[in-house]
């Protein structure tokens, strides 16, 4: 089977991880072009060095590459606010796009959890890299407990976080939120992030605190490890920290919850369940502290492959 040409629209550190990973690891994608706004970036540099087809000149420089034609999707890892123009220009070009940025224009697309579904969007958002690490895992919850109320901190080093993720940060927690109700299914979702300027550079850390019904906590747990290792099928340093947590919340001291004004209800009995996550990077391009990038690409690469695949089935 031919591969399918793809561009890459940024070219940081996702865009560069991306770059690497596809040229790697990928039977189906073939890398036609990295596109940037800054000359001197390295990940620019990094594809020329390999052969690819490069242009500082953003979508105006992709639209202006004498492959363009053969590119049939186009990766955006730039920035929400930039995605906007980038999707209408291409959506006119006839291209499918995979935004690894938190514009939501395009359905939420989480691998384990609805992979299959909106392979023929002309658009599909990969949320967040917190959103990628912890929406299985509020989903792996409310298959067993309907989850009232999810809340996920993703802690990534700042050295990890270039300067798209930064001008993203009011749009990862709400993008982030508005995934864990409408692909983990949390009847409500709250997203913080934390970026860690330790010295040596800490890992990705994930934790996932749902409230529950209560139901068969070792049923909990065996969901939680069967999505884990769903995850690990294409994020191998993606794991458990510990084992899953579980707390009884009785209606002696119940929970008040002010952002569940909106349901109806405030105060919460039943199960807490905690779940502490680690996310190694591969390091095909950062080291291997930089999980938060490893999960998003990673999650951007097997999303462009099934749509490859199916259109190469067509």
Do not use: W
């Not at 390295?42 to 052969?51: Q, S």
């Not at 929400?80 to 006119?92: K, N, P, S, T, Y």
């Amino acid at each position: 089977m031919s591969r399918t040409k793809v561009a890459i629209i940024g070219s940081g550190n996702i865009g560069t991880d991306l770059m690497m990973k596809i040229m790697r690891l990928s039977k189906t994608l073939e890398v036609a072009a990295m596109i940037g706004v800054d000359p001197s970036s390295d990940g620019l540099a990094r594809a020329e060095r390999m052969g690819i087809a490069t242009s500082s000149a953003g979508i105006d420089g992709l639209l202006a590459l004498p492959g363009f034609d053969e590119i049939g999707i186009v990766f955006d890892a730039t920035s929400a606010g930039a995605h906007e123009r980038h999707d209408a220009v291409l959506r006119g070009h006839g291209k499918r796009v995979v935004d690894l940025t938190p514009a939501a224009i395009g359905p939420f697309v989480v691998p384990p959890v609805n992979g299959a579904a909106h392979l023929d969007a002309a658009n599909v958002n990969m949320v967040t890299c917190g959103g990628q690490a912890t929406i299985p895992i509020v989903h792996a919850i409310n298959r067993v407990a309907p989850v009232h109320y999810a809340e996920i901190v993703a802690s990534i080093a700042s050295k990890s976080a270039g300067p798209g993720t930064r001008a993203n940060i009011d749009e990862f927690t709400e993008t982030t939120s508005r995934a864990i109700v409408e692909i983990g299914g949390a009847t409500r979702g709250k997203a913080i992030i934390v970026l860690n300027p330790a010295e040596p550079p800490l890992i990705m850390r994930d934790t996932v605190l749902c409230l529950c019904e209560d139901a068969d906590r070792e049923a909990i747990a065996e969901s939680i490890a069967a999505m884990v290792a769903q995850v690990q099928e294409y994020v191998p340093g993606y794991r458990l920290k510990q084992a899953v947590q579980f707390e009884s919340i009785g209606s002696n001291r119940p929970l008040r919850i002010p952002e569940m004004a909106s349901t109806g209800r405030t105060e919460f009995t039943g199960l807490k369940v905690s779940v502490f996550l680690e996310v190694e990077g591969a390091a095909h391009y950062l080291p291997a502290y930089a999980g938060n990038l490893d999960i998003m690409t990673s999650a951007a690469l097997r999303t462009a492959e099934r749509i490859a695949m199916k259109e190469a089935a067509l």
